[in-house]
């Protein structure tokens, strides 16, 4: 049997048509032009004992980038595993939010709250070389695997194990603080895919009181480390856009607190300037 017939049939059943042959290459560093070629060549057991298996792993809803164990975010590549969770491209939108409404001349202090791969933090660091980035996290598991990816991506973000702001209250203050923290509800199981229900952490997706537990805390925490003129930048659920500004309205009276959407005009990230 030739590896097109086998690939072919093996991928039928996938929800992502492509999945199994972006794993293969990436496993066994093939360009796209070396699995075209392969395409036409009869496969042996072994080979077919792979991709089968692979196709096994992929039919179970193992994500493609746990298996391959990486992904990109923001044109770098991020080591992952079920650590962390992965990042993804809304996230993206919230970094080049703060890029474009920050000057990229002046050197800030940026905290990434909940920081999970570092995906935030190093992507910041690898735009702003004179930004002074800061990133926490309460998983010692999340940390270990942001710091391996700040310096596979050779830029230097400082880590801190935390809950929220508690390491930071009163120490220093910060011009830009962000974060993707937990916020989807309990009740709101039915709507994450089962994939991410079954591989990701569920600490890094789920918080109490509808989603909302992380976001109150930050801002109750946030007044004691953020400097007079500093920002705020948050990731939200497409459903928490009134309920989260609502909330940093009320803690940050002076400042203006403003949704916006993503590029499917969901809301997507709350800003507090």
Wanted: glycine letters at 4%; one cysteine or more.
């Amino acid at each position: 049997m030739l590896w097109i017939e086998t690939v072919r049939m093996l991928s039928a059943d996938l929800e992502e048509p492509f999945a199994l042959e972006f794993v293969y290459r990436n496993l066994y560093e093939l360009t796209k032009l070396d699995w075209l070629n392969l395409q036409r060549q009869e496969i042996t057991d072994s080979e077919r004992s792979v991709l089968t298996e692979l196709a096994k792993r992929l039919k179970n809803n193992e994500p493609p980038q746990y298996i391959v164990g990486w992904t990109e975010f923001c044109d770098l590549r991020f080591k992952v595993d079920g650590r962390v969770l992965i990042p993804r491209p809304e996230t993206e939108e919230l970094v080049r939010l703060i890029l474009s409404e920050n000057d990229e001349n002046e050197c800030l202090s940026v905290l990434d709250i909940g920081t999970g791969s570092g995906a935030i933090a190093v992507a910041l660091a690898s735009k702003r070389k004179n930004w002074l980035i800061e990133a926490s996290d309460l998983s010692s598991d999340a940390l270990s695997v942001a710091t391996e990816n700040a310096d596979r991506n050779a830029v230097s973000v400082h880590f801190t194990k935390s809950d929220v702001l508690s390491a930071f209250m009163e120490r220093k203050k910060f011009d830009i603080i962000v974060s993707n923290p937990p916020y989807i509800a309990f009740s709101d199981t039915d709507e994450v895919d089962d994939s991410v229900i079954k591989y990701e952490p569920n600490s890094a997706l789920f918080a109490e009181n509808m989603g909302l537990a992380i976001y109150k805390k930050i801002a109750k925490e946030a007044p004691s480390v953020l400097t007079e003129n500093g920002r705020i930048y948050l990731e939200i659920g497409y459903k928490q856009g009134q309920a989260v500004s609502q909330l940093f309205q009320k803690q940050f009276a002076d400042k203006t607190v403003s949704v916006h959407q993503d590029i499917f005009g969901k809301d997507r990230m709350i800003s507090v300037k």
